[in-house]
């Protein structure tokens, strides 16, 4: 299938971002404004009711204030519509933790590109990382989930057709650890676009423009093919054995060839099956429930293995246990970063883990970034887990070198695995796919 062409240069000109600030305390403008000022366009209102078209014309980041005297924030954030899809979002309050967080699950509802919160009172310390961290550096991966800004008429999806045509994807890999032993147990991948101009962009920036289109399936396997061959040369010469985990969008699972598919590049790669696990979500098992189960069957008949991914983010968790024959669940993120703080968050955690040990399922906490998390996590039971307090997503040749070391570095001080400074495809034979 031709990919167009004809993209048109970038600029050299950086493009500041537009930044929204909506709280009634002036001297929280005056931080915002100090603080983003350099890397943002930014705007500040004291209220909802001042906020103008304008401001909301290609906004980035919206900064919200949630107790506003003569405005009403949920409402304000469920008037944007479809272009909270766009916008990264960061309440602000000095309202207690439950509320803030349960405001937080109706924003992430609202479909916005990112959810944050940080508690009043604000201080540089608090805003900073915050703010700076939604500005992607040249020399990094762009971690901030909106699309990339492409020049002139070039829309997204025809970029990202001309890019899997040109394999400009690659697959990164964060590691998975016995919380207990600390050993390393296997991998997430995870999807890196290798743009031509904008560098490396992380997946979110793309899925969901994919998602449901006609490159979906054609990504998918690709992606797949690709992990797969990456994880392998990186493993190569040495005794792991660990498991690859792959995510599978909802309109793969809808596809009866799926299963096929997956052993063809199975065989191809002489990969075993049994290390191979799927990672689906909820989402994409309540669209068309039929459908999905006839592929998750299919693909339990081959022996691949079935993760239920963001476990505990929808409404029937504990229904599609019983209902799905699963093999792993992943505590999502969302209940990992507040456990040692919410009661609540601990007494799910330790809900699903009671109930993953009786059914005899292997469970993975997400997003593990604080030792205390950690040790809270271990204490209660053999648990897997990944998060940045280990390692960020690494390219496949910092993978090898956390592979070789097969634990993570010792209690005191416990630092992260670095990944090495990323390079293009062409750079490197452990990220050059052989396609």
């Known amino acids: 299938m031709p990919a167009p062409e004809g993209l048109p240069l970038m600029s050299d000109q950086p493009l500041r971002r537009r930044l929204l600030l909506v709280d009634d305390d002036p001297f929280v403008h005056r931080q915002v404004r100090h603080i983003a000022g350099r890397d943002f366009d930014v705007h500040c209102t004291l209220s909802t009711v001042a906020v103008t078209p304008d401001m909301l014309t290609s906004l980035d980041t919206l900064v919200l204030d949630l ?7 949920i409402g304000f ?31 992430r509802q609202l479909q916005f590109r990112s959810v944050e919160i940080a508690a009043k009172p604000l201080s540089a310390v608090k805003l900073a990382p915050l703010l700076q961290c939604s500005v992607p550096r040249a020399d990094s991966v762009a971690e901030s989930p909106g699309a990339p800004v492409l020049p002139g008429s070039q829309t997204l999806e025809e970029e990202l057709h001309r890019a899997l045509a040109r394999n400009e994807f690659l697959s990164h890999f964060q590691p998975q650890f016995d919380l207990n032993s600390r050993r390393c147990t296997g991998a997430e991948a995870l999807c890196r676009w290798a743009h031509p101009r904008l560098g490396l962009i992380g997946p979110a920036s793309i899925i969901d423009t994919l998602e449901g289109g006609p490159l979906s399936m054609a990504f998918s396997l690709y992606m797949l093919d690709d992990a797969i061959e990456r994880f392998k040369a990186a493993t190569a010469g040495t005794e792991f054995a660990g498991t690859l985990s792959v995510n ?8 009866t060839r799926l299963a096929n598919h997956v052993s063809e590049i199975l065989r191809r790669h002489d990969f075993p099956a049994q290390r191979l696990t799927v990672e689906i979500t909820e989402r994409g098992i309540s669209r068309d429930a039929a459908c999905s189960s006839a592929t998750i069957a299919s693909l339990r008949i081959r022996g691949v293995r079935i993760s239920l991914d963001d476990f505990g983010t929808g409404y029937s968790s504990f229904e599609k246990l019983k209902d799905l024959a699963i093999d792993e669940i992943k505590i999502d993120k969302h209940f990992v970063a507040d456990v040692i703080d919410s009661r609540t968050s601990q007494t799910l955690v330790q809900a699903a883990i009671s109930i993953a040990d009786e059914m005899g399922l292997r469970v993975v906490a997400e997003g593990i970034e604080t ?7 271990a204490a209660q039971g053999h648990l897997l887990g990944q998060g940045y307090l280990y390692a960020r997503p690494l390219d496949p040749t910092s993978f090898r070198e956390c592979v070789l070391q097969q634990t993570t570095p010792p209690d005191t001080p416990r630092r992260a695995v670095t990944p090495a400074r990323p390079s293009t495809p062409h750079q490197d034979p452990l990220t050059q796919p052989q396609h």
């Open 67 to 73: 107790n506003l005297p003569d405005g009403d924030a």
């Open 371 to 377: 030792p205390a998390a950690a040790d809270w996590l």
């Open 248 to 255: 599978m969008p909802v309109s793969a699972l809808e596809s």
């Open 77 to 107: 954030m469920q008037g944007l519509g479809e272009s909270a899809r766009d916008i990264r979002l960061i309440l602000v309050s000095g309202l207690e933790a439950k509320t803030i967080r349960l405001t937080a699950t109706v924003a």
